[in-house]
């Protein structure tokens, strides 16, 4: 099955700084990679998301990246503001599996004011 | 208008003892699905239905037991309950049969078992 590999586990930033999470996933059939953001004692809620026949995408201070040949794909958050302190979950999903995302670990994000 | 409700919130019981949580969507959505979120905030799926039928199901429990009254409810029973079973579980939905869309997430229920 997919496995999701997400790095690193935890990081943290001063605020201003740009942020980057990366995940590699294992299954080339993959073509969706949602990104999850996690505050805390709340639930995940989507940021941002991919397909696999685009290579970027951006949403003001959020973009993905991705690169399908080499498997992974990269949240960049820039300009980080303390109400970006989460943890953040990428995943990865294909057509052919009823809709199942593979999450990776998380990564615990702190933006220092 | 919450999206993806789950119900209770909050949920503490003894070990032995059986349980529900009890999840609803108003997003006229196909998919729902359950996950389990341990203490290292790992999130990971267990059950997934499509339009009342079951989808996904992963390695859990048989003492976990799903049910799908209709495409916009889905429950979780959990018989004999064990300290491992201590979590936060979330309810989510996504249209269709979920392929390459995105999931909406409940609050969550925190399961302490004592």
């Known amino acids: 099955g997919e496995n999701v590999e997400q790095h690193p586990s935890t990081l943290s930033v001063q605020e201003g700084d740009s942020a980057v999470i990366k995940c590699t996933y294992s299954d080339s059939a993959s073509n969706y990679f949602p990104w999850y953001k996690q505050e805390l004692g709340k639930r995940p809620q989507l940021i941002i998301d991919?397909?696999?026949?685009?290579g970027e995408k951006k949403d003001q201070r959020i973009a993905v990246t991705l690169n399908k040949t080499a498997k992974h794909f990269s949240l960049h958050i820039t300009e980080t503001q303390p109400e970006d302190s989460a943890v953040y979950f990428c995943a990865a999903s294909k057509h052919t599996n009823a809709g199942k995302s593979t999450f990776g670990d998380g990564t615990t994000l702190t933006v220092k004011p | 208008d919450t999206a993806v409700s789950q119900t209770p919130k909050y949920l503490v019981t003894q070990m032995g003892n059986d349980k529900s949580i009890k999840c609803e969507q108003n997003?006229?959505?196909?998919?729902m699905y359950w996950y389990k979120q341990d203490s290292k905030k790992f999130l990971k799926i267990m059950f997934s239905y499509n339009n009342k039928e079951l989808i996904i199901n992963e390695t859990v429990p048989n003492r976990f037991s799903p049910k799908s009254p209709d495409k916009a409810h889905l429950n979780l029973h959990i018989n004999s309950l064990e300290l491992g079973d201590s979590a936060v579980y979330f309810c989510a939905s996504s249209q269709g049969r979920g392929n390459g869309q995105p999931q909406h997430f409940g609050d969550g229920t925190r399961l302490s078992i004592l």
């Open positions: 991919i397909r696999s026949n685009v």
């Open positions: 997003l006229g959505h196909d998919t």
